[in-house]
């Protein structure tokens, strides 16, 4: 069993003054969801997520050797232009890591970083922010210890990037990811994600997720604190155990390829992440009527077509539509047809099962 003291380093057998690294990192869409954690990033209950593919941030980080005066020194660059508020966050981060990675104050770091989607609308941004930002630190670190292995890198930047954002974890590496100590799922852990042990059933392989853009806009209230508000909630503890349930079934349903069940299991945990927040206190809503117009929209076609197709929602009013890459084609011509104007400009975002974070391969 790891705990987080495995992952602080002895001694690096190398030195590195300056230089760069640039990862991508993909967003991700939990199937049975997290909401509510308890301190140091650790959820209140197990989670399951596909990875996806498009939907991801890219960040070069350039570093160069400093006077390690005491503070952290870096410049933040989003877009390709300065990023004042997104610091702070940047700064508590690199302060939650420290422990790990006690090099970080001996460089002034340039982190140039930009998205493939609209930034806080939802669709998990800051998981695929942290999770490239900790691929990168974890490079810098391979190259003062170069005798450092993959799996090693990959399992602690799961870990970092978890300090980050909690979903991040599941932002690194696999197509399907666990996070969350889980009595079923082989090598489980609250510290970081670990990639589905069981052989993924062929109606999930290139499974496609495509999102309607409901509303590109900040979300009113912020999944931190539609976290905390789960310390007192009248239902937390039931919904802790439907959620260890729901990813018992759903490891089943993976390998079995049982696509009615899938649906029932993923949509029921979508609505059961947003009546926890409205049944919180104070309570708030992050679906706007063009949700409920889809959900609706998506279960009329269904019963119509008997097409296995379904939708989740994240903390935010986007839809994820999610069905098999072999119905593509009817799917996407009924999201034209229907559900086009119920998005923000129309805009949607065609996606589908990835494989996790990127090294760009520099010139």
């Known amino acids: 069993m790891f705990l987080a003291n495995d992952f602080i380093p002895e001694t690096y057998s190398a030195t590195i003054d300056q230089g760069s690294f640039t990862w991508s990192a993909p967003s991700n869409i939990a199937l049975v969801k997290y909401w509510g954690k308890k301190d140091k990033q650790i959820p209140a209950n197990p989670s399951i997520s596909f990875t996806l593919n498009h939907c991801k941030t890219i960040t070069k980080l350039g570093f160069s050797k400093k006077e390690n005066n005491g503070n952290f020194s870096f410049d933040l660059l989003f877009e390709g232009k300065p990023k004042e508020d997104f610091k702070p966050k940047i700064e508590k981060f690199l302060e939650r890591i420290e422990l790990y990675l006690p090099f970080l104050k001996n460089y002034h770091f340039t982190i140039d970083t930009q998205n493939t989607f609209p930034h806080s609308s939802g669709i998990a941004s800051s998981a695929s922010g942290m999770a ?18 993959d799996d090693y890198l990959y399992q602690k930047a799961s870990f970092l990037a978890r300090l980050g954002s ?17 009595n079923n799922t082989k090598g489980s852990s609250d510290l970081f994600g670990v990639e589905f042990p069981n052989t993924i059933h062929d109606n999930f392989r290139n499974y496609q997720d495509t999102i309607l853009l409901v509303d590109k806009g900040e979300k009113q209230v912020s999944s931190t604190v539609g976290h905390d508000l789960m310390h007192n909630h009248p239902f937390a503890e039931r919904r802790f155990a439907q959620a260890h349930d729901n990813l018992d079934k759903l490891s089943i349903i993976l390998q079995n390829g049982n696509l009615d069940e899938f649906i029932k299991i993923v949509e029921s945990e979508a609505l059961t992440l947003h009546a926890m927040m409205m049944t919180s206190m104070p309570y708030f809503i992050l679906m706007k009527p063009n ?43 009924f999201i034209q047809d229907e559900l086009v104007g119920y998005c923000q400009n129309g805009h949607y975002i065609c996606d589908e099962i990835g494989f996790g974070a990127q090294l760009k391969i520099e010139n």
């Not at 490239?132 to 292995?149: G, R």
């Open 291 to 333: 949700t409920l117009e889809i959900i609706n929209a998506v279960w009329k076609f269904r019963n119509e077509t008997k097409i296995p197709v379904c939708f989740t929602l994240d903390a935010g009013a986007n839809v994820h539509v999610l069905y098999p890459k072999n119905v593509c084609e009817k799917v996407l011509q």
């Open 166 to 182: 909690g979903s991040a974890c599941r932002s690194v590496k696999g197509s399907v990811v666990v996070w969350g100590n889980h």
């Open 132 to 149: 490239a930002l900790a691929m990168n630190f974890m490079s810098l670190e391979k190259a003062l210890h170069p005798e450092m292995t």
